[in-house]
């Protein structure tokens, strides 16, 4: 599929929006700071090779994944800079690392020991525990982190931590936070104190930026707000630069049947007609990526400036929308699912109405859909899938 004049169902990047994000973001960053973008999951949805292609355009050098086979498909697109992977990748793949030019995060001393075996040189960057224990060293194995330093085939050129509950403005977890962001400096106090050269410091995801924006960091890994939305709607934090979403996701109608009073439409007749109602038909279902809690009307469409409810079950391939109360929709209208803050169906809203966060609807978007890229309001499709 070549277009979205073509295409059942697509996803449209708004790439001046991502540019505009980015210099929103970057304005609240502290001097010295660079941004550094989270592409993981497809970029949240957004189509990976597409986005990070298009922000190393306007200058974004810096990226993060999740595995080496993200890292390498950046790679392989053309995306210049460094790639830090941010979970696991095993030892035996540290030729690829090597190769690509990725960054590795050492999860522990022991993987670090292992990826120094196999004497390959690596770039990393070291994961430090201040209290989320997911990934990381603890802080207080200071000996274990001085000899990471040391091993001969690991080029440590950064360390970082994680903030668990930096969304929070709860007093609670802002004394959490506080107490990890001053567990992480202290730790690079004492290493600095034993002679070690300091590599690039990383604090800041999203929140962190947002709630904590005078830390002195080296990066700020921003993923959710570089794409426009925040996790969930009307949060509050201590800064709040412009955003403007980036993803909208579309399918237009493809057939519109007439449903008499008492019948019932789809799946387990999760709809039964209260009224004569026109039902259109999208070919768009939770395949996609659109969730299936959003069935039964807790899900709504945009359709001819119009918001339109989702009527029963949404299929693996199909959704069916009452249009009823938009008498001149009809087939071949384009719907949207997700789109712009003023449609009414952003993707914080449409997150919160399936009981989820913006962050999980959008890196669900299925890998099927062609994505579409609009440069001042003229589509051009960039890639076949996502």
């Known amino acids: 599929m070549k277009d979205a004049e073509r295409a059942r169902a697509y996803i449209e990047l708004n790439m001046e929006n991502l540019a505009h994000n980015v210099d929103s973001i970057r304005a609240v960053m502290q001097p010295g700071c660079e941004l550094m973008a989270v592409v993981k999951a497809q970029a949240y949805g957004h189509g990976a090779s597409v986005t990070a292609s298009y922000l190393n355009s306007v200058g974004v050098r810096a990226f993060a994944v999740a595995t080496v086979d993200e890292g390498i498909e950046l790679r392989k697109s053309g995306v210049s800079g460094e790639i830090l992977i ?39 960057h070291i994961k430090i525990d201040t209290g989320m224990h997911r990934l990381g060293l603890e802080a207080k194995e200071l000996p274990q982190i001085c000899g990471i330093f040391g091993m001969e085939y690991l080029q ?4 970082y931590t994680h903030l668990c509950c930096a969304d929070s403005r709860k007093e609670e977890d802002i004394r959490f936070t ?11 106090g004492a290493l600095a104190k034993l002679g070690i050269t300091m590599p690039k410091l990383h604090v800041q995801s999203t929140y962190g930026l947002l709630n904590y924006p005078k830390l002195q960091c080296d990066y700020a890994r921003i993923g959710i707000a570089l794409y426009g939305v925040l996790s969930r709607p009307k949060e509050e934090t201590a800064v709040r630069p412009e955003l403007r979403p980036v993803l909208s996701l579309r399918s237009k109608a493809v057939l519109v049947r007439r449903v008499k009073r008492g019948e019932c439409v789809g799946y387990s007749q999760g709809f ?7 039902i259109a038909i999208l070919p768009v279902g939770y395949a996609d990526g659109l969730p299936r809690a959003l069935s039964a009307g807790r899900g709504l469409v945009l359709i001819r400036g119009r918001l339109a409810p989702i009527a029963g079950n949404i299929c693996m391939d199909q959704t069916a929308v009452d249009i009823t109360d938009v008498p001149e929709a009809g087939v071949g209208d384009v719907a949207t699912l997700i789109g712009e803050v003023s449609s009414g169906v952003s993707a914080d809203r449409v997150a ?18 062609p994505v579409v890229a609009s440069h001042n309001k003229n589509r051009q499709p960039l890639l076949s899938v996502v």
Request: proline content about 1%.
């Open 272 to 278: 039964t007609a209260q009224r004569d109602s026109r």
């Open 178 to 188: 506080q107490g990890q962001i001053a567990c992480f400096y202290r730790l690079a």
């Open 86 to 124: 941010l979970g696991y990748t095993d030892v035996d793949c540290a030729g690829e690392l090597n190769y690509y030019r990725l960054t590795q995060t050492v999860i522990s001393y022991d993987y670090a020991c292992a990826l120094n075996a196999g004497r390959i040189p690596v770039k990393v």
């Open 156 to 159: 440590v050129e950064g360390m």
């Open 352 to 369: 919160a109405n399936c009981g989820s966060i913006a962050n999980e609807l959008l890196s669900r978007m299925g890998g099927r859909l």
